[in-house]
């Protein structure tokens, strides 16, 4: 059974039309993140909420913003999409503490820009 | 800041063999997790497996081990007995001591591991 679900797998905006990508989970983690992921780099992280904590990464673009509405849902919204913003949006989940520190990650949304 | 390096972008191995990842890292941290994620073609990532800085023993997961070298900041990945489905893009990751709010995992650039038969 999927734990992380992320919708949709693939996503197709205009140039500059906001769009919202979506994360679930049944884990009941207490920690989200959302990364960025461009062909043949490295996930980037963007920012995470812990708890209801928002962790904002410093070179995280302002065009890029999350709300977490409850524990199992949280939500990447982009405002005004480039084409450099085309990339693969992981959503991950994990325990703060838990010392099995594993982090569980989403099948990922791909987001084209047109 | 923390650094995760990866130089090897691409590497091949037939079935049945031992192919070894190679990471190196960088950081002021004393206490410090790091692991290997596995990505596969389309599919989500998962853990591979971890290993805490304080531990001196090399952990081992079934075909899968690490070589850490604390002193020299490298953390390699073997694989035995390689088999189709270990064809994936391979992550080193890092994280700081993980009872602190706001710790997350740095990633490196991956190795894409294709196994041949």
């Known amino acids: 059974d999927a734990m992380v679900i992320q919708n949709p797998r693939y996503q197709v905006t205009q140039f500059g039309k906001p769009v919202t990508l979506s994360c679930s989970q049944t884990l009941n983690h207490n920690v989200m993140y959302w990364y960025q992921q461009k062909s043949s780099q490295a996930p980037k992280l963007l920012f995470h909420?812990?708890?209801?904590?928002?962790?904002n990464e410093a070179d995280t673009p302002d065009n890029f913003q999350s709300r977490r509405p409850n524990t199992s849902f949280c939500f990447l919204d982009i405002r005004s999409p480039g084409l450099g913003d085309a990339a693969m949006y992981l959503c991950?989940?994990?325990?703060?503490?838990?010392?099995?520190?594993?982090?569980?990650f989403g099948q990922g949304t791909r987001l084209t820009v047109v | 800041a923390q650094t995760v390096t990866q130089s090897q972008p691409e590497m091949s191995v037939q079935e049945a063999e031992t192919v070894t990842l190679s990471c190196t890292y960088d950081t002021s941290e004393n206490n410090y997790y790091l692991f290997w994620y596995k990505q596969p073609p389309s599919r989500q990532m998962i853990l591979v497996i971890r290993?805490?800085?304080?531990?001196?023993q090399n952990a081992t997961e079934n075909r899968f081990s690490v070589n850490f070298q604390k002193a020299a900041k490298s953390f390699s990945l073997k694989i035995s007995d390689s088999q189709l489905g270990d064809t994936a893009m391979y992550f080193c990751?890092?994280?700081?001591?993980?009872?602190?709010?706001?710790?997350?995992?740095?990633f490196g650039k991956g190795t894409t591991l294709s196994v041949s038969s």
């Open positions: 290993q805490e800085a304080y531990k001196q």
């Open positions: 991950a989940t994990s325990r703060a503490g838990d010392r099995a520190l594993e982090a569980f």
């Open positions: 990751a890092f994280m700081k001591q993980a009872n602190q709010a706001g710790t997350a995992l740095i």
């Open positions: 909420y812990y708890d209801k904590d928002f962790n």
